[in-house]
Structure formats: structure tokens, C-alpha cells
């Protein structure tokens, strides 16, 4: 099972952006696909993006798309999720979550789907 550790949240203004990383110990990525979902006070855990290890190809959510773009680096064990012109909305805790892909399976939007989570770090836009 892979450990993972988000950081990078804050506070930030509309408009501005935020990087958040979520780092893999006990195993690499290899094999996983891995997503990012959020969760906001009150509402359902949201898929917001994800990147299949096989492929590489990259999943967004419709509310994301076209503002956030998720990288991965395997040198460092890390994945990325690049967040420009954020929105009031967007406020929530972030999580990074991977799902083992053995046979290159692209990856899923359920979270259900995903059996490692990370702790979250939080992420507040100010209007």
C-alpha cells in the first residue's frame, strides 16, 4: 500500500494560484494511477482530476478543466496538481489518492475506487 502526503494549500485570492504536491513513501507510483478529490463543507468528495501511470493521459473535472493541470514526477515519486485562476468555489480540502492499475486501467472518477488517501491540506480562495 502506498503512504501519501499532501502540502501546498493556503489562502489565496480569486484569481491567484496554488500548487499542491502529494509525495508517495512505502512504494512508488508505478502501477497506480493517481487522483486528486475535494471536499468542501456540507457537500460530497469531488473528483477533480487525475493521471494514469501507464498512459500518462490526464482526466479532468468539468469545473476544473482548462484551469487546473495534474503532472506527475517519477524521479521524485511526486504528483502535481497546478491550480491558476482560482475561484471562491474551488475552496476545499484537496486530497491525492492513488488506485492500482495492473493492467493499465485508465483511471476512475469514483472515489470508492481509490484505496490509498492522503491526510488533505486545504485550500481557501477569498473573494
Known amino acids: 500500500q502506498v503512504q501519501l502526503v499532501e502540502s501546498g494549500g493556503g489562502l489565496v485570492q480569486a484569481g491567484g494560484s496554488l500548487r499542491l504536491s502529494c509525495a508517495a513513501s512505502?512504494?512508488?507510483?508505478?502501477?497506480?494511477?493517481v487522483g486528486w478529490f475535494r471536499q468542501a463543507p456540507g457537500k460530497e468528495r469531488e473528483f477533480v482530476a487525475a493521471?494514469?501511470?501507464?498512459?500518462?493521459?490526464?482526466y479532468y473535472g468539468d469545473s476544473v478543466k482548462g484551469r487546473f493541470t495534474i503532472s506527475i514526477d517519477n524521479a521524485k515519486n511526486a504528483v502535481y496538481l497546478q491550480m491558476n485562476s482560482l475561484k471562491p468555489e474551488d475552496t476545499a480540502v484537496y486530497y491525492c489518492?492513488?488506485?492500482?492499475?495492473?493492467?493499465?486501467?485508465?483511471?476512475?472518477?469514483?472515489?470508492?475506487?481509490?484505496?490509498?488517501w492522503g491526510q488533505g491540506t486545504q485550500v481557501t480562495v477569498s473573494s
Open positions: 489518492a492513488a488506485s492500482r492499475s495492473l493492467f493499465g486501467e485508465s483511471p476512475s472518477y469514483a472515489p470508492r475506487t481509490y484505496s490509498s
Open positions: 493521471i494514469g501511470w501507464r498512459s500518462g493521459g490526464t
Open positions: 512505502g512504494r512508488t507510483f508505478s502501477s497506480y494511477n
